[in-house]
Each structure stands twice: as structure tokens, then as C-alpha cells.
């Protein structure tokens, strides 16, 4: 099994900052690597795919990053809207495997 | 438009069985894998197995391999998640996606089993 670790697990950011999340998968996962966006009682959306590819829809200031084990999602300018937990996900190799997930919070 | 949408909320008693769906709609659903994930209250996502796009070859997560069987129907293009023999442990929120990359979701579906 594929372990994921995100770090940190709760962030607290200013509205209009940048903040940056990290995820490390224990071996290498081929760049087959997504994020997702869960807000309180909604379903995970997928934000990027493939490492560093924004699903449709997702705006611009979303960007993923990373090769090997190590990734990273930056959202350039919070916007309010953005506040909720997010998850990486490898899907290289059954058992596909996700992260505790880092909860971004409002400073 | 690509949607995936599944069966209300159950309330099930220990030892009863379940069977839930999940109906897609807006693609061809022979084209797609689809899994099924499960968080638990207050907890993070995991995936219990994925099933081929003709529903021929289910593949499950170890932890859940016996527990709960995936199956799809083509001709309705839904695929399930049944149980036999359910524990109060199975309580949770159950989420179908599609592919590996889970470019769509499911609304969810709220599972609460209690005597």
C-alpha cells in the first residue's frame, strides 16, 4: 500500500494570501496524482489530476506541482469560497490510497 | 452533462442487508471504471474497490475484500455496493466516483446502522 502523508494538517491563511499544501506518497506513483476540494456536508471535488492538470472548471489561482514523492497544491489568492479540506489521492496503483486531508481555515 | 446520482439515506438495523446505487447519466457508462469510497463521520476518504467498465472484474480493497461486493447493471447503467450482514462499524457516508482519478462524484449516500 501506497501511504500518503499531507502536511500540515490544518493551515490558517488570511484571505487574498497564497497558501501552499504539501503531500509525500511512500514510492513513487508515476505522477498519477490528484487533489480534491471537500466542504462541509458536499462531495470531494476534483481539483487536479495528473499531478499538475486542473479539472474543468477549476479556476486558475488552483495549481498543482511535483514529481517523485513530492507534490504540492497552491491556491495563489484565497478566496473565501476556498476554505474546506483538501485531499491528495494517488491512483497509480491499487489500492488507490488518499491523505489525512490539511484543513484550511480563515486566519 | 456528466452525473452521477445515488439512492437516499438507509437506516438499517445489525445484520440486515443492503444494496445502494449509483446511476450515471451524460457519458457512456460502459466506457468508465467506477469506484466506491467511504468516510466514516468525522474522518478521511477510502476507497473500497473499483469495478471494470462491463462490470466483468471488481477489485476490492483489502479491508473491505468479503465485507461488501460492487456490481454494475449496463443496461440502466448503474453500478452498487451491497452488503450481507451489516455492523454497526459500516455506519458512514458512501461516495461512487468515477475512474481513479474521480473526475465525477456521487451526491452520496448517508448509511446509519443501529439497533
Known amino acids: 500500500e501506497i501511504v500518503m502523508t499531507q502536511s500540515p494538517a490544518t493551515l490558517s491563511v488570511s484571505p487574498g494570501e497564497r497558501a501552499t499544501l504539501s503531500c509525500r506518497t511512500s514510492q513513487s506513483v508515476s505522477g498519477n496524482l490528484a487533489w480534491y476540494q471537500q466542504k462541509p456536508g458536499q462531495a470531494p471535488r476534483l481539483l487536479i489530476y495528473?499531478?499538475?492538470t486542473r479539472a474543468t472548471g477549476v479556476p486558475a489561482r488552483f495549481s498543482g506541482s511535483g514529481s517523485g514523492t513530492q507534490f504540492t497544491l497552491t491556491i495563489s489568492s484565497l478566496q473565501s469560497e476556498d476554505f474546506a479540506v483538501y485531499y491528495c489521492q494517488q491512483y497509480n496503483k491499487w489500492m488507490y490510497t488518499f491523505g489525512q486531508g490539511t484543513k484550511l481555515e480563515i486566519k | 452533462e456528466v452525473q452521477l446520482v445515488q439512492s437516499g439515506a438507509e437506516v438499517k438495523k445489525p445484520g440486515e442487508s443492503l444494496k445502494i446505487s449509483c446511476k450515471g447519466s451524460g457519458y457512456s457508462f460502459t466506457d468508465f471504471w467506477m469506484g466506491w469510497l467511504r468516510q466514516m463521520p468525522g474522518k478521511g476518504l477510502e476507497w473500497l474497490g473499483i469495478?471494470?467498465?462491463?462490470?466483468?472484474?471488481?477489485t476490492y480493497s483489502p479491508s473491505f475484500q468479503g465485507q461488501v461486493t460492487i456490481s454494475v447493471d449496463k443496461s440502466i447503467s448503474t453500478a452498487y455496493l451491497q452488503w450481507t450482514s451489516l455492523k454497526a462499524s459500516d455506519t458512514a457516508m458512501y461516495y461512487c466516483?468515477?475512474?481513479?482519478?474521480?473526475?465525477?462524484w456521487g451526491q452520496g449516500t448517508l448509511v446509519t446502522v443501529s439497533s
Open positions: 466516483a468515477r475512474r481513479g482519478s474521480g473526475d465525477y
Open positions: 469495478i471494470s467498465p462491463g462490470g466483468s472484474n471488481a
Open positions: 495528473g499531478t499538475s
